[in-house]
């Protein structure tokens, strides 16, 4: 789909989030990124989908009520949600308008404004379930825009790829028994390298972790050990994903987009270049074309190297727009 019109979600409130002194997934993180689009000239050619906050209602479709007030009262009081991310009053808006731009950039999607988008949010969310926060994501917002598809846009199945080097298990989570939310990821799994005393974070994520009642067999992992590169990652979209997404026939391809697993990346140990983000959208854009007109939400997750971040994220942005 040559000039194919992509949406960019981003909200200023994102900006104003901080998970603690000295965190890695800092402001800086969403600054490079845009920074980056602007001066790729790629930022004018998207098209700017208005910022918008969730409401209690939306984080409610994957949220319980306890959660959502836990993480509000953490925020106004700057109290850990858990070991790595104590969040301050501004992150309450910035996970709104977090989960928001995936409600958002959905609706384009559909209402057929844009094919694709990119929401270049903070915080992330994969790791968040029905019920915790986790592995600094406060609402998983993945979840929420596939049930928003779901439920108010009438898309009845809905994909999820995950490339982020860590195990989506929020996401896993809330979609375990669901059956109508196929969830597929590739991530670093085993020991921890550094650490091998303790597994790699969060330490799920094997390959025999496939759902349960009737989403038995709509949860796909493809774990991968240290090292792996390129050619691990074409196989489990190839060989794994590709198939079992062909056969489910989502009306839409959402992505959780970590670009940690770079191999300048801080936090684990993957050997992924910038341009292989590029080969790796091409390839989850390519399943979209065959299975859902090419409707592919990303979504930004992890990614912790300023400037690897922000070349993968724009070779990323390059492939949705091709």
Not at 16 to 34: K, M, Q, S, T, V
Not at 97 to 120: D, K, N
Not at 270 to 286: K, N, P, W
Not at 315 to 322: I, S
Request: proline letters at 8%; a negative charge.
């Amino acid at each position: 789909m040559a000039g194919t019109t992509v949406g960019l979600a981003t909200a200023p409130a994102c900006l104003a989030h901080r998970a603690g002194d000295a965190h890695p997934e800092r402001p800086a993180r969403l600054e490079a990124i845009l920074g980056r689009l602007a001066e790729e000239g790629l930022r004018p050619r998207m098209r700017e989908l208005p910022p918008r906050a969730a409401t209690t209602e939306d984080l409610a479709l994957c949220h319980t009520a306890g959660h959502i007030a836990k993480v509000h009262d953490a925020c106004l009081a700057s109290l850990p949600l858990d070991p790595q991310t104590t969040p301050v009053p501004a992150s309450w808006d910035a996970a709104l308008f977090a989960a928001g731009a995936g409600l958002a950039a959905a609706e384009a999607i559909v209402a057929g404004e844009v094919t694709r988008a990119f929401c270049a949010v903070r915080p992330p969310g994969h790791h968040a379930g029905p019920d915790s926060s986790a592995g600094f994501c406060l609402f998983n917002n993945v979840g929420i825009a596939a049930r928003h598809c779901q439920r108010r846009l009438g898309i009845p199945r809905v994909a999820i790829v995950d490339f982020d080097v860590h195990h989506c298990d929020g996401t896993q989570g809330i979609f375990w028994a669901d059956g109508t939310v196929l969830v597929a990821s590739i991530h670093q799994y085993g020991a921890n390298p550094l650490n091998p005393a303790v597994p790699f974070y969060p330490g799920s994520g094997a390959e025999t972790e496939t759902g349960g009642g009737p989403g038995t067999g709509c949860i796909f992992n493809a774990p991968v050990p240290p090292g792996a590169g390129l050619g691990d990652y074409e196989e489990a979209i190839l060989e794994r994903f590709t198939p079992a997404i062909e056969a489910f026939r989502p009306g839409i391809l959402l992505v959780s987009a970590g670009f940690d697993g770079h191999r300048d990346d801080p936090l684990a140990l993957m050997d992924l270049s910038t341009e292989d983000y590029g080969l790796i959208t091409r390839l989850i854009v390519g399943i979209a074309d065959r299975v859902c007109q090419g409707r592919v939400l990303s979504m930004l997750e992890g990614g912790y190297h300023l400037e690897a971040l922000a070349s993968a994220a724009t070779a990323h942005v390059k492939a949705l727009m091709e």
